[in-house]
């Protein structure tokens, strides 16, 4: 077993959780794969857990699991090879005027109103509408890796926050929240756009975008961002260019 900063992977523990109701596909249950304990997961274990499916929420790094389903599939973006279409040009066009700086992961009223109008908005039939501020900590404000945080402002307005964990190759995305409320806005195009400049800056090979189900609506955007691989049967893999 490859020894990363001298931690065997071998050293974790890896359960199955219980069934779930699946967030994405609401006619199947989901079961995870959970990577324990977190403290024997430093940046370089997370990195190579990532490059094998894996990702995380706060300081639980999981994979889907499922018991007969395979509908997940691990996503990065080739940094070296992206080219955005005429769509994302207009976006990364719209909103070029954003202003961004980074910062360590840290809590915040401004932020926490600005998650709460992105899941009214944007999901309010999810089960994140109601997140009280230690779940919002919890999911978002706590990791064992090396994460950033970044926020977007249009004239001192915050507009959009990324969380981003940087690994030994590439960006992962963990999550964005937006506003909500502005008319032909596309924050979210524009910020996989921002991170793969991110990436290009750093000299990283890739963006790595959480899973894609090619069933869901909500992960519909992922596919746009070719060349896109995917982690299919322990292999990444090329998919199938979508370019609209």
């Known amino acids: 077993m490859t020894l990363l900063h001298d931690i065997p992977l071998s050293a974790l523990q890896l359960y199955l959780t219980a069934p779930y109701s699946c ?72 909103h070029i005027d954003l202003e961004t700086s980074s910062h360590a992961l840290k809590d915040d009223e401004e932020y926490f109103a600005l998650y709460q109008r992105y899941q009214m908005g944007r999901h309010p039939d999810g089960g994140m509408k109601d997140d009280s501020r230690d779940q919002y900590r919890n999911f978002l404000l706590q990791s064992h890796v090396d994460s950033i945080l970044i926020e977007f402002r249009e004239n001192g307005v915050l507009r959009m926050v990324s969380i981003i964990d940087i690994l030994d190759d ?32 750093l000299q990283l090979e ?29 292999k990444w893999q ?7």
């Open 238 to 244: 090329a998919l199938p260019a979508h370019r609209p």
């Open 206 to 234: 890739y963006l790595y975008l959480g899973y894609w189900i090619e069933e869901s609506g909500k992960m519909a955007y992922k596919a746009n961002f070719s060349p896109l691989q995917g982690l299919i049967q322990g």
């Open 170 to 201: 590439g960006l992962s995305s963990v999550y964005t929240f937006y506003e909500p409320n502005i008319a032909k806005s596309s924050f979210g195009t524009y910020n996989v756009l921002w991170q793969i400049e991110l990436c290009r800056k």
């Open 23 to 94: 967030s994405y596909l609401p006619d199947r249950l989901a079961r995870s794969q959970v990577a324990t304990p977190s403290f024997l997961i430093p940046p370089a274990v997370y990195s190579e857990l990532v490059r094998r499916g894996f990702r995380r929420s706060g300081t639980i790094t999981y994979r889907p699991h499922c018991d007969a389903c395979q509908a997940c599939i691990p996503v990065r973006v080739e940094i070296a090879s992206f080219v955005p279409n005429r769509t994302q040009r207009r976006s990364r066009h719209r």
